[in-house]
Structures are given as structure tokens and as C-alpha cells.
Nanobody
Framework: QVQLVESGGGLVQAGGSLRLSCAAS????????MGWFRQAPGKEREFVAA????????AYADSVKGRFTISRDNAKNTVYLQMNSLKPEDTAVYYC?????????????????WGQGTQVTVSS
């Protein structure tokens, strides 16, 4: 069992930056691939970024490539999402998730555990 708690969301102006954190419980954190997803009002949850258990492989949605960076610190049981050059269309609730299978899984169905989410609002 893995419990995930996101933090770091908030209100920021377009062009600004935020860093999201996701703290995980459990000694098996390092064995999970981790991902970030987001869901805007009236839209389906979408993939943002994923990182392999070792941190050596990452994947990004085209919409955030070059602006967002996913990383992890297995010693701290934490995964991060650095978000730069934010746009109003990045406004959403951001969720972190843990997957027992897959290298850098991009499908939400492959993830086993989810956090409660943190709100990110980008004003124009």
C-alpha cells in the first residue's frame, strides 16, 4: 500500500513557475514508476509526465515538453514536478500516481495508487 500526498499548488501568473511535490509513504517507493496527471474542469484526466523507478527514464505530454520537468528523490520518498513558463491552459487539479508495472507508463489505468490532488491556477 502506498499513500501519496501532493503539495505546492497555488495561483500564479502566466509565465511564472511552480514546483509540485508528492510525498509517498511506504518503504517500497523506489520500486514504483511515478506519474503526474491533471484534470481541468469539464475535461478528462490527462497524462502530464512520468518517471521510472530509478529516475533514469522520463516521458512527457507534448503540451508540457520543454516547460515541465519530473524528478524523484528515492531517499526522501518524493517525486517532483517543476513547472516553468506556465500558461492559463495549465490550470487544473494535478495528481500524482504510482505504478507497479511499466517503465514510464502514460495510461492512467496502469497506475495503482493516486493522491488527492493539488490545484494549480494560472492567471492571464
Amino acid at each position: 500500500q502506498v499513500q501519496l500526498v501532493e503539495s505546492g499548488g497555488g495561483l500564479v501568473q502566466a509565465g511564472g513557475s511552480l514546483r509540485l511535490s508528492c510525498a509517498a509513504s511506504g518503504r517500497t517507493f523506489r520500486s514504483y514508476a511515478m506519474g503526474w496527471f491533471r484534470q481541468a474542469p469539464g475535461k478528462e484526466r490527462e497524462f502530464v509526465a512520468a518517471i521510472s523507478w530509478s529516475g533514469g527514464n522520463t516521458a512527457y505530454a507534448d503540451s508540457v515538453k520543454g516547460r515541465f520537468t519530473i524528478s524523484r528523490d528515492n531517499a526522501k520518498n518524493t517525486v517532483y514536478l517543476q513547472m516553468n513558463s506556465l500558461k492559463p491552459e495549465d490550470t487544473a487539479v494535478y495528481y500524482c500516481a504510482a505504478a507497479q508495472t511499466g517503465w514510464v507508463p502514460q495510461a492512467s489505468a496502469l497506475y495503482d495508487y493516486w493522491g488527492q490532488g493539488t490545484q494549480v491556477t494560472v492567471s492571464s
